[in-house]
């Protein structure tokens, strides 16, 4: 499972993933535990795949909705499987959180093993 | 008998799903209703009786609303009444009344709450609580060292 992660990891920008490790890491220092804050890290986390969203028109020249779903997508995916306690209260999908997140991974490095990734531009400026 | 810390819970989904509808719990570490509404920290209190708890400036705790035998969705009150003995000698006594919702939503996070503050000089502190169903019904105290 952890291989699975860390390749769906590769699906996005260091930088992006880096930021909510980061504030995983600022609420950690500041008392907070892994299972609360659960609003602001949603917020975070849609923030975040607007983001790569951006970085994916951008620098990798995705303007298929369709394509910018399915990262967004696997964005979520991937803040739900390496901050699952967060999501426990999450209505419907909190129920079996640790049993959801994982499955969704699966299936989502699954199907996306079909497909060849969007390729960075060359010459683009480092996000 | 005394009431004692028993099981610990950091999730409003553990917490209704693992115990009883009414059971009573410390909101461990909240002083105030904004801290204890943004953590997370159940401490499941059982028994009646003398409790022991480490000083700190106030107290928060939560009750289970969830799966009401008798049916949900139902606005019922709640009651608590706070006694404080001051180490003067003094005594006062004061009464909350706060409106709750049995639920069936196990995420549910209006959990029925309240805390104790101005414990400053205060040698002990006695809870009685009470509900419409009276399932919340029984009393505990708090010695402040």
Redesign the interface.
Same mark, same amino acid.
């Given at each position: 499972m952890d291989k699975r992660l860390e390749n769906i990891r590769l699906f996005f920008p260091a930088e992006v993933t880096g930021a909510y490790v980061a504030i995983q890491g600022l609420l950690s220092a500041n008392g907070i %535990?892994?299972? %609360?804050?659960m609003g602001y890290m949603i917020f975070i986390a849609v923030a975040l795949a607007a983001v790569n969203a951006v970085i994916y028109w951008k620098f990798y020249n995705t303007v298929s909705p369709l394509w910018q779903i399915v990262l967004a997508v696997g964005f979520i995916i991937w803040v739900g499987n390496i901050d699952t306690?967060r999501f426990?209260?999450?209505?419907m999908a909190?129920?079996r959180v640790e049993l959801v997140a994982p499955t969704l991974l699966i299936f989502y490095t699954l199907i996306t093993s079909f497909f060849e990734l969007p390729k960075r531009i060359e010459n683009a400026p480092k996000t | 008998m005394a009431a004692e810390r028993s099981d610990k819970f !950091? $999730?409003? #989904? !553990?917490m209704h799903a693992g115990t009883q509808y009414g059971s009573l719990f410390l909101n461990d570490g909240s002083i105030r209703l904004l801290d204890s509404r $943004? #953590?997370? #920290?159940f401490v499941k209190i059982t028994g009646a009786g003398e409790l022991n708890l480490p000083s700190q400036e106030g107290y928060c705790f939560v009750f289970n609303h969830y799966g009401s035998s008798s049916g949900t969705g139902v606005n019922q009150k709640y009651r608590v009444k706070i006694s404080k003995v001051f180490t003067d000698g003094r005594n006062t006594e004061e009464k909350l009344v706060g409106d709750y919702a049995p639920t069936d939503? &196990? &995420?549910s $996070?209006k959990l029925p709450d309240w805390c104790i503050a101005g414990i400053l000089n205060v040698s002990k502190v006695s809870l009685e609580f009470s509900s419409d169903d009276g399932y919340f019904d029984r009393a505990i105290s708090i010695s402040i060292k």
């Open positions: %535990e892994k299972t %609360e804050y306690p426990k209260d999450l209505w909190g129920l | !950091d $999730s409003y #989904r !553990d $943004s #953590r997370k #920290r939503n &196990v &995420v $996070s």
